[in-house]
């Protein structure tokens, strides 16, 4: 890099006394090929953007708004469901109701709902990969120089450590299904890598990352993280200061501005909220516990290895800035009593932390990685295609069984472009297996391409050969099916008292009708939802005035009974 004018090199760099425990040769900081590269992103980013419906909970209140919101159902500003303003930030619910309106006829609604966050997904993708980028060109975090030479190229080896970051997020098993959701945390994500890539790139690129700055954390403030927004803020701007870099160290007000303004939008956009448990005990920290366990697989045992052997630079920039981002998220995890879609936004700090294990790391611990890896998506992916065989054939008996039994109303159907991509990913997982497990020991990312690629595998098979089946399982769609043939026309308006928002959304997303959630609503029909009701179990008496129409099961929850009530005509 070409140092501005009037200013030496070591004004820009500063030399580092401390050596790094990183030992990697020429030959081991080769990049990842950039076309094997992008073709692991496409197929970790496409599957399940087509063909499915909302799944249930947060994705289906979250399309039903935006669906709403483009239909002209409810307002844009003070969105509702069935009567009831739901508890979540509008921004996110506008780039749906936005991509509905202007795309949805083409592709469909939940196509066109889906279509932005993908963006999005892909826009995290490139922000953690040039934000490892940075932080590994930094003078701390460059390996150790050999007596004799042959050491790894600064860029070069900058690569390969951006290259085994994005592998490692990609990994992390937490991100798997909320990472391809239409719900508001994957836009908190995005602004987080941002965030990460506007204090990585500061010193290299300080116009860009100050701007950068000034989008991010007001986005996540907005995006309904405010909080997280204030913390990683404050984190930024000491770290700014404590920086040897002049640039960076200019940044730091244009961090806390950005901070001040995250501040002030969550406060006119109404994303303030009280989310602290009130209660903890020692049952909480043990569960919690274990979501840490696999939420951040394979990532965290990488980052305690980082942590230990990079104790002496943990105030250096490629060490406190992933750590900062990553040490927020999780404080807001214990804060919200275990919330995972608050632990959602750790990954990319932590993705970036578990690539500087690697060039720490002992040839039998990569050994150790590889072969669990192996073993454990080969695993998977044989029992997906079992599955899947005896859904098709009925052989073997037991599996088909245990289908039918789970999911008695679900009809299987052969579909060959459900099949095609599920024995190509099979057959490239075959090669990986057989590539990693010859003479390539050289590649700092080597340990990585297992446990992204297997990711990348069982998410492609559950969203082609079994996407039918999950579709029926996590749809609500089955659900409202059922009711139907129960409510005759005309219905004026279906009152709800007291039903999740998540089955309000269902009904306005799957039924023709008008829902009223809030009480005293003066319908014809009335539902109502009882939990843990075993399979004979009777309904309730019914309330005055209301006489029983019907009681439905869930198609897939035996303890769940839904009680159709109808208001007698005069």
């Not at 580092?16 to 030992?23: E, F, I, K, S």
């Amino acid at each position: 890099m070409r140092p501005p004018a009037g200013r030496t090199r070591r004004d820009i760099i500063p030399r580092v006394n401390t050596p790094t425990p990183a030992l990697v040769t020429r030959r081991g900081a080769v990049p990842l090929p950039r076309l094997a590269l992008l073709l692991l992103s496409t197929v970790y980013v496409l599957p399940g953007l087509f063909g499915r419906d909302p799944w249930r909970n947060a994705e289906l209140i979250a399309y039903a708004l935006m669906e709403a919101m483009a239909q002209g159902r409810t307002s844009w500003f003070a969105p509702t469901l069935g009567g009831l303003p739901p508890e979540t930030p509008l921004v996110p619910h506008w780039l749906g109701a936005i991509s509905i309106t202007l795309i949805g006829p083409l592709l469909g609604d939940p196509v066109a709902a889906r279509l932005p966050f993908a963006l999005l997904l892909t826009a995290t993708l490139a922000l953690i990969w040039y934000a490892a980028f940075h932080l590994a060109r930094t003078e701390a975090a460059q390996p150790v120089a050999f007596a004799f030479g042959g050491e790894a190229d600064p860029i070069d080896y900058a690569r390969a450590m951006a290259d085994a970051a994005l592998l490692a997020f990609m990994a992390t098993l937490g991100l798997l299904q909320m990472g391809h959701e239409t719900t508001p945390e994957l836009a908190q994500l995005t602004a987080v890598a941002a965030a990460l890539w506007s204090l990585s790139a500061a010193p290299w690129r300080p116009r860009a990352a100050r701007a950068v700055a000034l989008v991010a954390w007001p986005a996540l403030a907005v995006c309904g993280a405010p909080a997280v927004a204030l913390v990683t803020g404050l984190g930024g701007v000491l770290i700014c200061r404590q920086s040897a870099y002049v640039d960076v160290r200019a940044t730091a007000r244009w961090v806390l501005l950005a901070t001040l303004l995250s501040v002030a939008m969550a406060a006119g956009a109404g994303t303030w909220a009280w989310r602290v448990a009130g209660e903890w005990n020692l049952t909480d920290l043990w569960t919690i516990s274990r979501q840490w366990l696999w939420f951040l697989w394979p990532a965290w045992p990488a980052v305690l290895w980082t942590l230990w052997r990079w104790r002496r630079h943990l105030g250096h920039r490629h060490v406190a800035v992933p750590l900062v981002l990553m040490a927020s998220a999780m404080a807001a995890n214990l804060a919200m009593n275990g919330a995972d879609r608050a632990l959602l936004l750790a990954l990319p700090g932590a993705a970036v932390l578990a690539a500087f294990a690697l060039p720490t790391l002992r040839r039998s611990a990569t050994a150790a990685i590889d072969w669990l890896s192996m073993c454990f998506f080969t695993a998977c992916a044989v029992a997906v295609w079992v599955i899947y065989v005896a859904m098709m054939t009925g052989v073997p008996a037991k599996p088909a069984a245990n289908v039918a039994k789970l999911a008695p109303d679900f009809v299987p159907a052969f579909q060959i472009v459900d099949l095609l991509p599920a024995l190509l990913a099979s057959g490239v997982w075959l090669w990986l297996v057989r590539w990693r497990t010859g003479r390539h020991r050289e590649a700092v990312w080597k340990s990585m391409v297992l446990p992204a690629g297997g990711v990348a595998l069982v998410w492609l098979l559950l969203m082609t050969l079994w996407r039918p089946l999950l579709d029926h399982a996590r749809s609500a769609a089955p659900w409202v099916e059922a009711l139907r043939p129960h409510i005759a026309a005309p219905v004026d308006c279906m009152a709800t008292p007291d039903l999740p928002l998540a089955l309000v959304a269902a009904l306005e997303v799957h039924g023709p009708w008008r829902v009223v959630a809030p009480p005293g609503a003066a319908c014809s029909w009335r539902l109502q939802v009882l939990r843990d009701q075993p399979g004979d179990a009777l309904p309730p008496p019914p309330p005055e005035g209301w006489v029983l129409q019907a009681t439905v099961r869930r198609p897939t929850d035996r303890d769940e009974l839904t009680v159709l009530w109808r208001r007698p005509a005069r």
